[in-house]
């Protein structure tokens, strides 16, 4: 069969609000950011597939005869599939790490897009400029990346139209089945996903994402942040889980605060709307800085806090500025609110004090470019080129 070699990115998100609520039907207000997941796609002729991942230091190959025996002829693909891949993996239910999840999520996307034709031999190139595991949806950039890439290879999708400005696009309904591949790989590693990282991954900008419903806000403030990684390792699959049994736990009091965290999101976004249409003040600020605020003790009511991040709200507040986890939280990473006014001085020395903490610290603003197809090569040639090898 032939496939396409393409290069494929996908960016980042933090989550402004609505974190964990989300999984249980709550609004999220979601964000992508100026960093990105890269995806490169080759053809090869040598009967195998192979996956580089430098960011988890994961290589691996496979020969295309063994993966062919777990195919079964006509079925369609599902969580049989996966349990065939755990197995041939040597995978139980408790030996999910950061290399099999990936892995998993690659396998589960190539034999279900190829395995009712021949496998194609190809070697997938994944790095990122995003930590991995940190909060800012570095499984949702992988899986985005792969589904796009695997889709367009297999033909499932064209090629992205090439815009007058040299850059591409794809039309409305691949990109929904880019995300609904994506989602299903988000699957895989979080268990229970509410799609929102995947949809930003995909949509890119801002946006206000309701039980699958997304609603892009095309009319928001350019916000200066602090994003800062406290290099605390956690996964998003046992954050979530230990949400859940909380609330199963407590229903009487984790259900009022999921139902806060929803109000906190909705009245978020009345802020933003109206910093968009009238002249933006001193009080807008405070508002969406005691909204972070009291999202950050919802989240710790939730179980999902962590010192290292209760660290980040101390020094930022130090210095008058506020903060809360961003993503699944237990570690990983906060953003802080930069108002206009905050001088340079002031952010530089909060950068420092954040870094002595051994943190990563950097600025940012939030918005950005969507998804986007980068390149497509015709053998090592041409770029934008819909051509098949
Ligand atoms: N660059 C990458 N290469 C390969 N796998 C990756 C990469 N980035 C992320 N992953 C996969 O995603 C997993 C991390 O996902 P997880 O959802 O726990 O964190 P996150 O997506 O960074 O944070 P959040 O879900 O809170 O935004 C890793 O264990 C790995 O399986
Ligand atoms: C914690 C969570 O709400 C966001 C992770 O970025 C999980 C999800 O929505 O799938
Ligand atoms: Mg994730």
């Known amino acids: 069969m032939k496939v396409r070699d ?13 974190e964990h609520a989300v999984v249980h039907g709550k609004v999220a207000l979601a964000v992508s950011l100026n960093r990105r997941t890269y995806l490169h796609l080759k053809a090869t002729s040598d009967g195998t597939v192979c996956i580089n991942l430098p960011n988890i230091d994961t290589f691996l190959c496979w020969n295309l005869s063994e993966l062919k025996q777990l195919l079964e002829a006509g079925q369609r693909l599902d969580f049989d599939l ?3 891949l755990r197995d041939f993996m040597g995978l139980t239910n408790g030996n999910l790490d950061t290399s099999n999840m990936a892995t998993l999520t690659f396998l589960y996307i ?6 009712s034709g021949e496998l194609p031999s190809l070697k997938v190139s994944v790095w990122s400029e ?3 595991g940190a909060g800012l949806g570095s499984s949702a950039a992988y899986s985005v990346c792969l589904a796009a890439a695997l889709l367009c290879a297999s033909g499932a999708i064209p090629a992205p139209l090439k815009e007058w400005d040299h850059t591409c696009r794809w039309h409305q309904e691949d990109l929904e089945l880019i995300n609904s591949w994506a989602f299903q790989g988000e699957m895989i590693i979080h268990g229970n996903p509410s799609g929102v990282d995947n949809t930003v991954g995909t949509w890119g900008g801002m946006l206000r994402f309701l039980a699958g419903k997304i609603i892009p806000l095309s009319r928001v403030p350019l916000i200066r942040i602090l994003l800062t990684n406290t290099k605390v390792p956690r996964s998003t699959k046992v954050l979530v889980a230990r949400v859940k049994d909380r609330i199963n736990k407590f229903p009487p ?3 009022p605060v999921l139902d806060t965290v929803d109000a906190v999101s909705s009245t978020c976004e009345k802020v933003l709307t109206e910093m968009t ?7 807008h600020y405070n508002t969406l800085e005691e909204l972070i605020d009291i999202n950050q003790h919802l989240l710790n009511v939730m179980g999902v806090g962590h010192p290292a991040l209760d ?4 020094v930022t507040l130090a210095k008058g500025l506020h903060s809360k986890l961003t993503g699944a939280g237990g570690g990983g990473c906060g953003i802080t609110l930069l108002r206009p006014e905050t001088d340079s001085a002031i952010i530089q020395s909060t950068m420092q004090d954040l870094k002595d ?5 950097w600025e940012t603003s939030i918005g950005g470019p969507g998804f986007n197809k980068v390149s497509c090569f015709n053998g090592d040639f041409a770029l934008n080129r819909n051509d098949e090898i």
């Open 311 to 314: 660290m980040v709200c101390r």
């Open 277 to 283: 249409r009238e002249p933006i003040t001193g009080e």
């Open 253 to 255: 009091i984790m259900i």
């Open 6 to 18: 393409c290069l494929v990115s996908a960016p980042g998100k933090a989550i402004l609000h609505g």
């Open 130 to 132: 995003l930590p991995t």
């Open 82 to 84: 996966l349990k065939r």
């Open 357 to 361: 903490c051994g943190f990563d610290c």
């Open 110 to 115: 190539y034999m279900s897009l190829f395995g």
